[in-house]
């Protein structure tokens, strides 16, 4: 069946890295986008930006442009988001999705179960 | 913080209908399809509704979405007890050229 498949929980210090995988499975991993978002407890969904596994283009939100890179690899289907220069705000829940475009509609069907990544000194 | 309104909360007894509002602008919602996500308790989120009022394979019909202008809104009828959850609703934004989720409602089954 279709699935994405995250990497285990990161505790992180404050200013350092992380990068968090996601594991394609059960459809052909470059014919969709791969989205993150992310949610803090008690929070709402915030998007943090998009990928195209096939061509590697990339669109970031503003907050987070400078910070986020989101990469891939195509031969195992995985997709990656690494955030620099953490901060005690960052620590949530992200999610990769899938991103689909269809008949101009964009939407995301597929959710990852999550990673929680912890920023703390 | 979040572009596209809704209220925190939202109740009703088993068996009514809930409405669930979601107010953007003429860059959001106003130019794009509006999607739904629900989140059960401590799960992650689940698509419910694309493309306004589209439902993917397997979600009950009690839920529906439609749109109006800068609006776009939920209605679950027939209310079930495994509806608590969280919804928010979600567009892309060709302002901020970015997909913007709602602020999410909470619902409660009396």
């Known amino acids: 069946q279709v699935q994405l498949v995250q990497s285990g929980a990161e505790v992180k210090k404050p200013g350092a890295s992380v990068k968090v995988s996601c594991k394609a499975s059960?459809?052909?991993?470059?014919?969709?986008?791969i989205n993150w978002v992310r949610q803090a407890t008690g929070e709402g969904l915030e998007w943090m930006g998009w990928?195209?596994?096939?061509?590697?283009?990339?669109g970031y939100a503003q907050k987070f442009q400078g910070r986020v890179t989101m990469t891939r690899n195509t031969s195992i289907s995985t997709a990656y988001m690494e955030l620099s220069s953490l901060r005690s705000e960052d620590t949530a829940v992200y999610y990769c999705?899938?991103?689909?475009?269809?008949?101009?509609?964009?939407?995301?069907?597929?959710w990852g179960k999550g990673t929680t990544v912890t920023v703390s000194s | 913080q979040s572009v596209l309104t809704q209220p925190p909360s939202a109740s009703g007894t088993p068996g009514q209908r809930v409405t669930i509002p979601c107010s953007g602008s003429?860059?959001?919602?106003?130019?794009?399809?509006v999607n739904w996500y629900q989140q059960l308790p401590g799960t992650a989120p689940k698509l419910l509704i694309y493309?306004?009022?589209q439902r993917p394979s397997g979600v009950p019909d009690r839920f529906s979405g439609s749109k109006s202008g800068t609006s776009a809104s939920l209605a679950i009828s027939g209310l079930q007890s495994e509806d608590e959850a969280d919804y928010y609703c979600?567009?892309?934004?060709?302002?901020?050229?970015?997909?913007?989720f709602g602020t999410g409602t909470k619902v409660t089954v009396l």
């Open positions: 493309s306004n009022n």
């Open positions: 979600a567009a892309w934004d060709d302002s901020l050229n970015g997909y913007v």
């Open positions: 990928m195209n596994p096939n061509s590697g283009n990339t």
């Open positions: 059960g459809y052909t991993f470059t014919s969709y986008d």
């Open positions: 003429s860059s959001n919602i106003g130019s794009n399809t």
């Open positions: 999705t899938r991103g689909r475009y269809e008949q101009n509609a964009y939407y995301m069907d597929v």
